[in-house]
């Protein structure tokens, strides 16, 4: 319905039949703010809604009415296409419909004689019937300067709802995506063909114990993990597009490997050292940072654009609903009577601050915001850190069953393993007594290695958290989030 209302404004834009006015300079080729809430409401709600009974848009669109579990707070101060690129791009997963005033209410009768007692009115009704408030900053004015909408703050507060701000989609988000992407692709191509060319010096520099590939792993973690700390800023580029060299050069150096020795297993005499699985474990890490790098590009530029929606929250609120100013002194007077009355004035302003520092404002952000302080931007979730954590968490185990079993197949036609076999029940005495017990792991069988199941439990574990992670509420995955890096040690915060 709300696309449906976009296009229909365009529309009525494009016509000429939704104009600019003394109030509302607004530019018809404009496609990101278009026309005010004030004025749409003027020339094109209420002369098609006049038309049809003077019923509201949404009992037009819907005569039999619908179950509210979304309330959306706005102030008619955005631009309609402002307004719903960002309650499309924020609409929460768990709810199917929406009260939104300038929709729900019949803006061709008297409204305010429907608003004249506030926790009797349609907004107060609505409210205390969606478990969920989204919050639309505009980009005119805080919408916490208006009466009205510091009272839906205040009954969502005293109601103990999940408080939501309304983003729109990062610009030029696809463009950036692509030109990074692209950037990874062209240098992974790069090293891996120069490595994979260049055999004899490759060999070279891999044989002597490997110690290289530490250096390799640092020089794409490291970068990585400093960039998805750091805020956003130059600094934070540069060091992703350093993390995006130094990713493409991992795969390029493990992939070559991977090619010039694929087949081979080494060190089966110490128990196995590496094989074909480990090697494309090597290339799978560095192509999932490869793919990190991309979503710290992704999370850097959401963050900046939930800094800007910050921004636009505070843009002339004070900090005191106190301060809201109404077009009409009556209802300010019964709304400041109310609110003064409950005693939650403090606690209402609180949870506004919360929203606008942490982005989400619910009862659990706000008690932990109160025991350990507000962390700006704490309510989203990090993509990179989402991708690594999982990732890394699943590969461990699925890696050491495959590695497990390519070793034993490659160590059952050893002659050792042979030997070791036909020692029978006396193989582990006397293979400990002469101190090569742990040449022979692979010719154990991978059932009878107690590591083989716990690896594969916890690959499992992995599998099952995701349905759990998209299951719990939305302003806890952050939370489930971190504590999981923070399990897997990858120190992200």
Same mark, same amino acid.
């Given at each position: ?14 016509? &000429? ?23 749409? @409401? ?22 039999? &009415? ?71 900053? @505009? ?69 002597? &114990? ?8 640092? &020089? ?153 302080? #507000? ?66 792991? =692979? ?44 399990? #897997?040690?990858?120190?992200? =915060?």
């Amino acid at each position: 319905d709300l696309l449906q209302f976009r296009r229909l404004a365009q529309r009525y834009v494009a016509d &000429g039949r939704l104009v600019a006015t003394e109030l509302d300079q607004f530019s018809a080729s404009d496609d990101t703010i278009g026309p005010c809430i004030h004025t749409v @409401n003027s020339q094109l709600i209420l002369p098609i809604t006049s038309r049809a009974g003077k019923a509201s848009w949404a009992l037009m669109l819907h005569p039999e &009415g619908l179950l509210c579990d979304l309330f959306i707070t706005h102030a008619w101060a955005e631009g309609v296409y402002e307004f719903v690129d960002k309650v499309i791009h924020s609409w929460p997963s768990c709810a199917n419909h929406a009260y939104c005033c300038m929709l729900s209410n019949p803006q061709g009768l008297d409204v305010g004689g429907l608003i004249g007692t506030p926790r009797e009115s349609p907004f107060a009704r609505a409210l205390f019937a969606a478990p969920c408030m989204l919050v639309v900053p @505009n980009h005119t004015c805080s919408i916490y300067t208006t009466v009205w909408c510091a009272y839906e703050a205040f009954l969502a507060c005293s109601e103990s709802k999940v408080i939501l701000t309304a983003s729109a989609p990062p610009p030029h988000l696809v463009r950036t995506l692509i030109r990074i992407s692209c950037f990874i692709a062209v240098a992974a191509s790069i090293a891996l063909f120069v490595f994979t060319t260049s055999r004899p010096t490759y060999l070279k520099m891999v044989q002597p &114990g490997m110690e290289r590939d530490s250096f390799v792993l640092l &020089g794409f973690v490291v970068p990585l993990l400093a960039g998805s700390m750091l805020r956003p800023s130059k600094l934070t580029r540069a060091i992703l597009y350093a993390n995006a060299v130094s990713s493409s050069f991992a795969f390029g150096w493990f992939a070559s490997r991977a090619i010039h020795e694929w087949g081979t297993v080494h060190g089966l005499e110490a128990g196995g050292t590496e094989n074909g699985t480990t090697r494309l474990h090597a290339v799978l890490i560095a192509l999932i940072f490869c793919v990190g790098t991309v979503l710290a590009e992704v999370d850097c530029l959401y963050l900046i654009q939930c800094r800007r929606e910050s921004r636009d929250l505070r843009r002339g609120y004070t900090g005191s609903l106190r301060d809201a100013a109404s077009t009409d002194p009556e209802d300010k007077a019964r709304i400041m009577e109310e609110l003064q009355a409950s005693g939650l004035e403090g606690d209402v302003d609180t949870a506004i601050e919360v929203l606008l520092v942490t982005g989400t404002s619910t009862p659990l952000w706000r008690a932990a915001s109160l025991r350990v302080g #507000m962390i700006e931007q704490a309510s989203q979730v990090r993509l990179t850190q989402a991708a690594l954590t999982w990732a890394s968490w699943a590969s461990i185990g699925i890696v050491y069953v495959v590695g497990r079993l390519e070793f034993w197949a490659a160590g059952r036609g050893n002659s050792a393993c042979r030997h070791w076999e036909a020692k029978g029940a006396n193989r582990v005495a006397e293979a400990s007594a002469l101190g090569v017990l742990e040449a022979f792991e =692979v010719c154990k069988s991978p059932l009878a290695d107690p590591d083989t199941y716990i690896n594969a439990f916890g690959a499992l574990e992995a599998l099952a958290w995701l349905p759990l992670f998209f299951s719990i509420a939305q302003d806890q995955r952050s939370f489930a989030l971190r504590v999981l890096a923070r399990v #897997m040690g990858l120190g992200m =915060v």
